[in-house]
């Protein structure tokens, strides 16, 4: 296709992602090398016969007028991303310096937010996608082994999870576990122990979280994989039986070789996705045990007094941590791209 | 029977009762929710006995009858539910048909070129795809504030095309790739110029792919939270936000009900659509990993 035509083509989509994905990324990079300009601040002397006393005032007036001349605030370099909320240098070699094991550096650096925040979404993507690997593969080759009117009502009933809104499923999942709905109800009767809160505890809140993840993310791996195994040729899969091989060494030496780039693919999509978890934070009400990255952000940008510079550093250093996820995926289709065109 | 597909009764047992146990983990947080979306709270978030729930024993007391809608009543008349349903419904509608148009344009020229920047174009496109929503977000909120766009729904709409973009040409794109490229280009051989071959040759055989890409745009729409929460002005909210923000009332009693309620009336047309779309969003997730 000539350069002229592709380029009235694919026109519109690019520049709807020019304005709206690339550009806000430049204005996320510069709003987080600013900061607010700070209050101007009046001192007036009130003096009455027992003395004089100074009383600081902020002059709002003032105020305005320098933010209003100055909306993006003053250059701040890169103090936002060193500051206590986020990188926090200072608090970090602080620690590093006066703790004499790893385990008590880790408790300091667990009592600053964005690490906090950080651990969270690491251990979420962690373990959520590995689970939603195996759960889901065993979840194919069950239904591929159910007789053939029985697997179109499953595959519907399976997509609940995945396609209902990430919110309303969490919504759901979280009013049947607390205290008065059926599962957090039915855990006290058989734990025997009628305090039990699952949203008391980090350590719970946290499992809690993680079990809804795999939750909503199983039938994806499932639908990709039961579709793989369509493809994969019964001579093959007979072949192996002549040879002797039982049913777990079939599915261990013939089953996932075939469907290995599917666990790529599968693995991809879900460590995007399980990073940016958001959604089901707000739903369970999780804030105060559990944040992520992107519920930091949303944090800093809601209510009354937003701080943009604080959710724009975050979001940079979100942006890296998707970058160093994607590396390893990029490199690899950039080797093949190369390879294809040799 | 072939050899491959024998099994023994034990290990069927077990993947049946697998299989089923998964289904019921699946499906009973809905059907439950459902079900308790007809009571009144006591029941639903029984102090007692959750049993309560079942029987509707003060639903019984309050209203006379085991089933009440009073929480519908509630989230859609007095709390204006039915507002945010039709914001839902213009935004839906207008991101998913223009991610659509603009997709299947910039699909049919990706899946057609040869050069190496279309490659490029795809690359960045899935770091784009990647982007967590609100960091993007939070690079809106500043300009908009200052150019006023901030709280219509044509800017949640928008924004929700541009966020879409990435997914959509790589999903058209790959769907155009099964197009055979003798079809337009014969066309042109005949005279047609490449946009008459796209008008006339692809579109009147495109709608499947369409259709299925248009079903995921419609879910990202609709089950967005990070950009209709923070982009849309109280008066402009969508079902998911204000959904979300019934919770802040939630522990004023009964008013969970109207959360409730509304959160079932927001899954209702996502059971019709999986009803009616299942083999397209199949084909659909699996489009991308089968191709490669």
């Keep these: 296709m000539p350069h002229r035509t592709f380029f009235w083509f694919i026109l519109p989509s690019l520049l709807a992602m020019f304005l709206f994905i690339a550009m ?82 880790w408790a300091k650096l667990m009592n600053l937010s964005f690490y906090r925040a950080l651990a969270f979404t690491l251990t979420y993507t962690f373990v959520v996608t590995p689970f ?28 609940l999870p995945m396609i209902v ?42 499992i809690t979280l993680i079990i809804y993840g795999i939750w909503h993310n199983l039938p994806f791996a499932f639908i990709v994989f039961y579709a793989g195994l369509q493809t994969v040729p019964s001579e093959t899969l007979e072949a192996a039986i002549v040879d002797g091989a039982n049913r777990w060494e079939r599915v261990r030496y013939v089953v996932v070789p075939y469907i290995a780039p599917l666990v ?37 940008l809601s209510g009354t007094n937003r701080q943009f510079n604080s959710a724009a550093a975050t979001s940079i250093l979100t942006i890296i941590g998707v970058g160093i996820l994607l590396a390893p995926v990029l490199i690899r289709t950039w080797r093949d791209f190369n390879r294809k065109r040799a | ?60 007391a309050d209203t006379g009858s085991p089933f009440t809608g009073s929480g519908y009543y509630g989230a859609w008349v007095t709390k204006e539910f039915w507002r945010a349903a039709i914001n839902t419904g213009i935004v839906v509608f207008f991101t998913v048909i223009i991610s659509l148009t603009f997709g299947t344009l910039g699909g049919f020229a990706l899946a057609r070129s040869q050069h190496r920047y279309s490659f490029w174009l795809l690359m960045i496109a899935l770091v784009f795809r990647a982007m967590p929503h609100i960091t993007l977000v939070s690079g809106y909120l500043l300009p908009f504030f200052q150019w006023n766009l901030w709280g219509h729904l044509s800017t949640a709409i928008i924004v929700l095309v541009a966020i879409n973009q990435p997914f959509t040409l790589w999903m058209l794109h790959s769907f155009f790739l099964n197009i055979p490229k003798d079809l337009d280009e014969s066309a042109m051989v005949d005279g047609c110029t490449r946009f008459q071959a796209f008008r006339h040759v692809i579109i009147p055989v495109m709608w499947p792919g369409v259709i299925t890409t248009g079903l995921f745009s419609f879910l990202l729409a609709y089950n967005d ?29 009964g008013k969970i009900m109207f959360a409730v309620s509304a959160v079932v009336s927001a899954t209702a047309p996502l059971f019709v659509l999986i009803m009616f779309f299942q083999r397209q969003i199949v084909s659909g997730l699996t489009a991308g990993a089968v191709k490669g």
């Design chain 2, 1 to 60: 029977m072939n050899i491959a597909t024998r099994r023994s009764p034990i290990l069927a047992t077990l993947a049946y009762g697998f299989v089923a146990l998964w289904l019921v983990v699946a499906a009973f947080p809905f059907l439950w929710t459902m079900w308790g979306s007809f009571k009144v709270e006591a029941d639903f978030f029984s102090l007692n006995n959750w049993m309560n729930a079942l029987w509707g024993v003060h639903t019984r």
């Design chain 1, 264 to 300: 790529v693919f599968v693995l991809l999509i879900q460590f995007m996705d399980n990073f940016r978890v958001f959604e089901p934070i707000v739903g369970f009400s999780a804030q105060a045990n559990a944040s992520s990255l992107s519920y930091y952000i949303y944090n800093d």
């Design chain 1, 24 to 105: 806000p990324i430049v204005s996320v990079v510069i709003q987080s090398i600013f900061v607010e300009p700070e209050q101007v601040v009046v001192t007036t002397q009130t003096c009455d016969p027992f003395g004089c006393t100074d009383q600081t005032q902020v002059d709002a007036e003032a105020t305005a007028k320098v933010r209003a001349q100055y909306p993006l605030g003053r250059f701040n370099g890169l103090g936002t991303y060193l500051d206590r909320n986020h990188l926090a240098a200072a608090d970090v070699a602080e620690a590093w310096a006066s703790s004499d094991s790893p385990g008590a550096f």
């Design chain 2, 225 to 253: 939270f990070a950009v209709t929460a923070t982009l849309l002005s109280q008066s402009n909210q969508t079902m998911v936000p204000k959904i979300a923000s019934f919770l802040g009332s939630t522990y004023e009693e």
């Design chain 1, 165 to 206: 809104t990430p919110l309303i499923g969490s919504l759901i999942l979280f009013w049947m576990i607390d205290s008065r709905g059926i599962i957090g109800a039915s855990l006290q009767t058989l734990l025997n122990d009628p305090g039990l809160s699952l949203k008391a505890s980090p350590t719970l809140t946290w």
């Design chain 1, 132 to 159: 939603v690997l195996v759960l889901g593969l065993a979840v194919a080759l069950g239904v591929n082994m159910l007789p053939g009117v029985l697997k179109g009502p499953t595959i519907f009933v399976s997509l």
